[in-house]
């Protein structure tokens, strides 16, 4: 039976543009970080760290997808369409780290917040601004082509919604001298950093776990398949999510007796393909006379009639 093994690759258009985003934002780190120390602001800091991790995601985004382009080869049969997958992981989990850090850095300052110099937290943080807006303008584009860099551009949206908290624990500093608001500015941040990957942890733990992809359950794969002309049951189904474009499917089906295994096998892909969207299909035919092939009792005679289906 054939396999589709064709894989998705991106044009290299608007890689400049992500290098120069890198750059900017690596030069705005090592800014905000340099202003928040002279300036005593731990949000300036927090902004500063977060705006880093942006960089680094579009350096891990850019060299996972140069990566993705790799051909397919016997040691790795899928290609290496999944390195983005894992470069998201290690972004995120790095995040988290920073988010923890900064969260104890600013617990401790609660209690007896120090100076801070508003002046320069507004200005570093409005240049962060401009940054962010212009950063997220440089990916845009390419956010329309792929998911990895889609979470980069909204990152640097809501990186811009970070600098503006910062300008206004700033400006509210430099006019009431409120100590307290920055040390609260960098929790919340934090907490929003924590929130933002909590949410965009779940597919990327979904695809490395070999779980289903978001759409038709697997229970309604396998009772469609159940009911295909020439189906009598279906065990052993795994639907899994092979990386952000594609998703693999695996079963083995008990055909009727009499029944041309091939045409049924073809037919059933056709469905899968028409109606689920699911190019890459593996099909075992059985019978129930025969048993099932990987483990005889497996399978217990299958009634006459469709409807027979098992998730495994």
Same mark, same amino acid.
């Given at each position: ?11 290299? %258009? ?10 900017? #934002? ?29 960089? +680094? ?33 290690? #972004? ?46 440089? %990916? ?15 990152? #640097? ?112 892909? +056709? ?15 059985? %019978? ?25």
């Amino acid at each position: 039976m054939p396999h589709d093994h064709s894989h998705h690759h991106h044009a290299p %258009t608007g890689e400049g543009a992500m290098a120069w985003a890198v750059a900017i #934002n690596v030069l705005l780190t090592f800014a905000q970080v340099a202003g928040g120390l002279v300036a005593g602001s731990v949000a300036l800091i927090a902004d500063g760290v977060h705006n880093f991790s942006d960089a +680094a995601a579009l350096v891990l985004a850019f060299g996972a997808r140069r990566l993705a382009r790799r051909a397919a080869s016997a040691s790795m049969s899928f290609g290496w369409s999944r390195a983005e997958v894992v470069a998201a992981l290690v #972004n995120y989990v790095a995040l988290i780290l920073i988010a923890l850090w900064l969260m104890v850095e600013a617990a401790g300052r609660l209690a007896d917040p120090p100076a801070v110099q508003g002046g320069i937290v507004i200005w570093l943080a409005l240049l962060a601004l401009v940054i962010d807006l212009g950063t997220a303008g440089l %990916t845009w584009r390419l956010s329309r082509e792929s998911l990895n860099i889609r979470a980069a551009f909204l990152h #640097n949206l809501a990186d811009a919604g970070a600098s503006v908290a910062v300008i206004a624990g700033g400006v509210a500093i430099a006019l009431w001298d409120l100590r307290v608001i920055d040390p609260v500015l960098t929790i919340g941040i934090s907490i929003f950093i924590l929130w933002h990957v909590a949410g965009d942890l779940r597919p990327i733990l979904r695809i490395l776990m070999l779980g289903a992809p978001e759409g038709p359950a697997p229970e309604a794969v396998a009772a469609r398949l159940a009911a295909h002309p020439g189906v009598e049951g279906v065990h052993h189904l795994h639907l899994f999510q092979l990386d952000e474009g594609r998703s693999v499917l695996s079963a083995h089906l008990v055909i009727a007796e009499g029944q041309d295994f091939a045409a049924v096998i073809a037919g059933a892909k +056709a469905m899968l393909a028409a109606d689920f969207d699911l190019m890459h299909a593996t099909l075992e035919p059985e %019978t129930a006379a025969q048993g099932c092939a990987d483990r005889a009792d497996c399978l217990a005679k299958a009634p006459a009639g469709h409807g027979h289906a098992h998730v495994h």
